[in-house]
């Protein structure tokens, strides 16, 4: 498999948004698009040198950690880890997220933060997590209120996953708690004449400055809720929440782009950790995903290591206009289900209904428009995934 992830699914995603035509939401584009790094790991690499391959497979080879063990093994000395996807919609990311969650528990975390529903709806997730009986419809309207085509499996099997481990605990044990961190969208505040070519529109409906706010927001929300209580969680996300150390520039200015792993690194310092989630992407011809693979033995489909002391950690990339080390630009990596096709995750259309469109519109997560029907919605979201399977062949 050969291909830039972000690449892929930025075109889908602009497609999607030009075929519903609805007034705002190229840029809401971008929300599911904020965490991409742009490409396979060793696809940005400024002077790929085989000698480094070499030892970054002898490195993994030495001290080999699933990628389950490692990012379990970074609480050890880290309270916060952020785990960034780089590809939205890849189904392989969140059922290794789904499987990390008894171990988190195993290992005395008990919450992960989850950008994939809104602050808002916390009251919500809460009751979901922990009710005797799992309520999948409710599942999926929390992540359609997080973004109104949000109607992936997956996803949503993340919170059973959650339910299932409290389903499972003795009287008593503390539950298990998915935290919801982002900032919701609400698009009362558009301007009815504001049309889609309008790229401002997100952070408008957001209320202001869409990076700011969002990443402020978790921000917040880990803090009170994780961090004032002298507890830990894992936080996933996009990958470009997970950066601790390099700011990316903010559309193309020197204004630098805020993370919530390094607004909560000004707080904990090193005490915070942020990981990228990498797959087979690339293929062996790729440097990274060759060495990668190269240090696996034939019963191992993963691993996680640090990039500092790395072989490659002092190795530079390129981001946009920047050339950055590899160790500064993630604080470790994990590369997991690396001998499956990826896929994209399964989109369940039945859940984008008449009744949903009209409360999306009276509660702001869609704008009301009479363009905008069940019909179009999930006649666009189907074509979007449809094109994301095909480029991912």
């Given at each position: 498999m050969r291909v830039a992830r972000s690449g892929i699914i930025r075109s889908c995603l602009l497609k999607f948004v030009n075929r519903l035509k609805i007034p705002g939401l190229v840029m809401a584009a971008s929300l599911t698009l904020a965490g991409q790094s742009g490409a396979p790991l060793?696809?940005?690499?400024?002077?790929?040198?085989?000698?480094?391959?070499?030892?970054?497979?002898?490195?993994?080879?030495?001290?080999?950690?699933?990628?389950?063990?490692?990012?379990?093994?970074?609480?050890?000395?880290?309270?916060?880890?952020?785990?960034?996807?780089?590809?939205?919609?890849?189904?392989?990311?969140?059922?290794?997220?789904?499987?990390?969650?008894?171990?988190?528990?195993?290992?005395?975390?008990?919450?992960?933060?989850?950008?994939?529903?809104?602050?808002?709806?916390?009251?919500?997730?809460?009751?979901?997590?922990?009710?005797?009986?799992?309520?999948?419809?409710?599942?999926?309207?929390?992540?359609?209120?997080?973004?109104?085509?949000?109607?992936?499996?997956?996803?949503?099997?993340?919170?059973?996953?959650?339910?299932?481990?409290?389903?499972?605990?003795?009287?008593?044990?503390?539950?298990?708690?998915?935290?919801?961190?982002?900032?919701?969208?609400?698009?009362?505040?558009?301007?009815?004449?504001?049309?889609?070519?309008?790229?401002?529109?997100?952070?408008?409906?957001?209320?202001?400055?869409?990076?700011?706010?969002?990443?402020?927001?978790?921000?917040?929300?880990?803090?009170?809720?994780?961090?004032?209580?002298?507890?830990?969680?894992?936080?996933?996300?996009?990958?470009?929440?997970?950066?601790?150390?390099y700011r990316r520039a903010k559309n193309n200015t020197s204004e630098r782009r805020t993370s919530v792993a390094y607004l909560i690194s000004q707080q904990i310092g090193e005490r915070a950790f942020g990981v990228s989630m990498e797959g087979p992407m690339g293929g062996t011809d790729d440097p990274v995903v060759g060495a990668v693979m190269a240090s696996l033995t034939p019963d191992q489909d993963s691993v996680g290591f640090s990039t500092r002391n790395s072989p490659i950690g002092t190795m530079k990339v390129k981001a946009a206009a920047d050339q950055v080390k590899i160790e500064d630009l993630y604080d470790g990596y994990v590369f997991h289900s690396m001998r499956m096709h990826w896929e994209p995750s399964t989109f369940r259309p039945e859940y984008i209904t008449d009744e949903w469109v009209k409360a999306a519109k009276r509660d702001g997560t869609l704008p009301d428009r009479p363009s905008i029907t069940a019909t179009t919605v999930k006649d666009a979201a189907v074509k979007l995934h449809n094109d994301l399977e095909q480029q991912l062949k």
């Open positions: 060793g696809s940005l690499l400024l002077s790929p040198d085989p000698a480094r391959m070499n030892d970054l497979t002898a490195h993994l080879k030495s001290r080999h950690q699933s990628g389950e063990d490692y990012v379990i093994g970074l609480f050890k000395t880290h309270d916060v880890v952020f785990l960034g996807e780089g590809c939205h919609h890849c189904k392989a990311n969140e059922l290794f997220v789904q499987r990390l969650i008894p171990l988190l528990y195993k290992a005395g975390i008990r919450a992960m933060g989850y950008e994939m529903s809104c602050a808002d709806d916390q009251a919500a997730v809460d009751a979901l997590v922990n009710a005797p009986t799992y309520d999948e419809k409710a599942a999926f309207r929390i992540l359609q209120q997080w973004w109104f085509n949000w109607a992936y499996q997956e996803y949503a099997d993340v919170f059973r996953a959650a339910w299932q481990l409290n389903r499972s605990l003795p009287k008593g044990a503390p539950p298990f708690r998915i935290l919801a961190i982002d900032a919701k969208a609400d698009y009362h505040r558009l301007d009815p004449t504001m049309g889609p070519e309008n790229r401002e529109a997100r952070s408008i409906a957001i209320g202001g400055d869409i990076d700011k706010i969002r990443n402020t927001r978790m921000a917040e929300v880990l803090t009170r809720e994780v961090l004032n209580k002298g507890q830990k969680a894992l936080m996933f996300n996009g990958n470009g929440h997970a950066q601790r150390i």
